[in-house]
C-alpha cells in the first residue's frame, strides 16, 4: 500500500468546515483513496473512498487533486461530534492486496 | 443489534492462559479481518479471511490464530496470553467488492496480567 501523510492534529471551531490534508505521492494508477474515522475508542467508521473525481455523500466530500498525489477530506460544518481521528488510507480497490492499512491519522479536535 | 458483534467487551486474563475471542456478524459479508490497537497507534492487522477456506496472515500474526467457523463467524485466540497482547482487539468485515468499505465491531479490551 501507498505510504500517507497527515498532519498529527488539528483543530476546527463547531460549524466550520473542518479541512483534513493528505499526501499520498507514491499512489498508483490502480489505488483508491479511503478516509475512516475512531471516534474515541470505537470502531473506526468508514467515511467515504474515490479514484480520481471528486466524491461527496450525507458525511463529508473527498477532493483528490489532479496528478492523485494527495487529497483532502472535507467536513462541511463540523460539529463536537466530529472529534475524532481520522485515517487516509491507499489501497487496491480489490484483490488480495487490498488490505486496510492504518496509519497514525490526524486527530480533529472540534471546539465551540 | 451491532451489524458485527465482538465478545467479549472486556477481559483480563493472566500471562499464560489461552483465551479467545469471537466476533459474529449479521453483514452477510465474505470478508472478516481481526486488528489490534495499542494506546496512540493506528490499528496493525492480525489474521484476514477472505471466505470460510481461506485464512491469511496479517502484519503481527505471531502468538495468534484463527478460525473461520462459518461465513458469519471468525474467531480469535492467543495460544498462550502474554502482557504486551494487551490492546484494543477490532474485528471488521467487508464485502468482495468494499462498496461501503469496512464495517468495524466495537472492540474487544483484552488485559494480560
Known amino acids: 500500500d501507498a505510504k500517507t501523510t497527515q498532519p498529527t492534529s488539528m483543530d476546527c471551531a463547531e460549524g466550520r468546515a473542518a479541512n483534513l490534508p493528505c499526501n499520498h505521492s507514491?499512489?498508483?494508477?490502480?489505488?483508491?483513496v479511503y478516509w475512516y474515522r475512531q471516534i474515541h475508542s470505537q470502531g473506526p467508521q468508514y467515511i467515504i473512498h474515490?479514484?480520481?473525481n471528486n466524491e461527496t455523500n450525507e458525511m463529508a466530500s473527498l477532493i483528490i487533486t489532479e496528478d492523485r498525489k494527495s487529497s483532502t477530506l472535507i467536513l462541511p460544518h463540523a460539529t463536537l461530534r466530529d472529534t475524532a481521528v481520522y485515517y487516509c488510507?491507499?489501497?487496491?480497490?480489490?484483490?488480495?492486496?487490498?488490505?486496510?492499512?492504518f496509519g497514525t491519522g490526524t486527530r480533529l479536535q472540534v471546539t465551540l | 443489534d451491532a451489524d458485527v458483534t465482538q465478545t467479549p467487551r472486556n477481559r483480563i486474563t493472566k500471562t499464560g492462559k489461552r483465551i479467545m475471542l469471537e466476533c459474529s456478524q449479521t453483514?452477510?459479508?465474505?470478508?472478516m479481518y481481526w486488528y489490534r490497537q495499542d494506546p496512540g497507534l493506528g490499528l496493525r492487522l492480525i489474521y484476514y479471511?477472505?471466505?470460510?477456506?481461506?485464512?491469511n496472515k496479517g502484519e503481527i500474526s505471531d502468538g495468534y490464530s484463527v478460525s473461520r467457523q462459518a461465513q458469519a463467524k471468525f474467531s480469535l485466540s492467543l495460544e498462550s496470553a502474554i502482557p504486551n497482547q494487551t490492546a484494543l482487539y477490532f474485528c471488521?468485515?467487508?464485502?468482495?467488492?468494499?462498496?461501503?468499505?469496512?464495517?468495524f465491531g466495537s472492540g474487544t479490551r483484552l488485559t494480560v496480567v
Open positions: 471488521a468485515t467487508s464485502d468482495s467488492l468494499d462498496r461501503r468499505g469496512y464495517t
Open positions: 488510507i491507499v489501497r487496491p480497490y480489490t484483490g488480495t492486496a487490498s488490505k486496510l492499512t
Open positions: 474515490g479514484l480520481k
Open positions: 453483514k452477510g459479508h465474505d470478508r
Open positions: 479471511s477472505f471466505d470460510v477456506k481461506d485464512i
Open positions: 507514491t499512489i498508483s494508477g490502480n489505488e483508491y
